[in-house]
């Protein structure tokens, strides 16, 4: 699949399709923490993206602040108002990986957003550990 940004999948024929879908948005706060959410990591990339039709659509590409997060990620969403006879709210997935030097490689997670609502992600981060050979 190719990556593509939002801005790029805007102008193609399924851009309407999914926009006829998600009219609405909802709003993602991410919380990068390590020590039990004790401490905070700055600097850790995100990247929020969804695969549609053949392409992985970039919704969201930035680095965490000095407090380890990123509020304010506004992605598509379907109406909250077509949600709430529902017995189920209706949501869209989206795909997050946070990536850090020092840390795991690569966290992935599915977050599913909806309408109207913040949703708040925590990426819970381990520091790696490198263990040396120290056998002959």
């Known amino acids: ?17 999914f ?3 998600n009219p609405d948005l909802g709003v993602l706060k991410i919380e ?7 401490i905070p990591i700055p600097d850790t990339d995100i990247v929020i993206y969804k695969d549609i039709g053949e392409y992985n659509v970039v919704f969201f590409k930035g680095k965490t602040d000095s407090s380890g997060m990123i509020d304010n990620i506004y992605l598509p969403t379907p109406k909250k ?3 709430m006879s529902l017995e189920i709210p209706l949501y869209t997935v989206y795909e997050m990986n946070a990536y850090h030097i020092g840390y795991e490689r ?4 599915s977050i599913g957003m909806f309408g109207d609502v913040k949703v708040i992600q925590y990426v819970k981060m381990m520091p790696e550990v490198i263990v ?4 002959d």
């Open 1 to 17: 699949m190719e990556y593509i940004s939002f801005d790029e999948f805007k102008k193609l024929d399924i851009y309407e399709d």
């Open 19 to 21: 926009i006829r879908v």
């Open 32 to 38: 990068a923490f390590t020590a039990n959410e004790g």
């Open 81 to 83: 108002s077509d949600s």
């Open 106 to 109: 690569i966290k992935k997670y």
């Open 132 to 135: 040396e050979d120290t056998y």
